[in-house]
């Protein structure tokens, strides 16, 4: 059974000094963030200078697990090293009255710590997780991963217990004195949608319960 690492107090990493009444380090608020999420984007640095390279992930527990091919630079160096895991939800563009004031709303994460790489019996169990993550009820229709492609795959995962959100929501913040500008404010919603399935030629089978819900 894994440890339940989660976020309490902030420590000299993640505690927000820019605009404090928007951070959270509520777990519950962290793991929906991550949840939400397809892919991250991961800082580090190695010889050639720094980099943040965005990669798909998911969680199980308190792990944000990544994967990738044995020879990846990055999963290398992350072993070696304290990274910055990033993941922000983008809701809406916020229109005030004065350009300074124009704001976004969102959804945003960090997660601070070194990635350890998962080991062998635990591997299977968490790339079927991801595939569950993907599309729920996928895993149990389709060829699982063999012992070959397995072997050629470093599953690694980072705890959630260093980690910060960052979130804004609602309407512009104008200052008093340009309240009166005649000039249109509000919000502009941003929204994820899901698009019809789009069956692939040939394939004559009957489309599976999980993908006829996918824009339902």
Known sequence: MEIMNKPSAPTPRTQVKRVAEYASYDAALLHAIVDSAYV???AFGDANGSHCIPTACWRLGEHLYIHGSNGSRMLKRLQE???CVTITHVDGLVLARSAFN???NYRSAMIYGRFEAVDEAHKRVAMEAFMEHIV???QAEIRAGNDKEYAATTVMRIA???AACKTRKGPPNDDAEDMDIPVWTGVLPLV??????IVEEGCTLPTPAYVTAWNA
Do not use: D, F, W, Y
């Open 136 to 138: 729920p009820g996928r």
């Open 192 to 197: 994820t949608t899901h698009g019809a399935p």
């Open 160 to 162: 959630l217990a260093e």
């Open 81 to 83: 090293q304290e990274c």
């Open 40 to 42: 991250c984007h991961i």
């Open 102 to 104: 124009h704001s976004m």
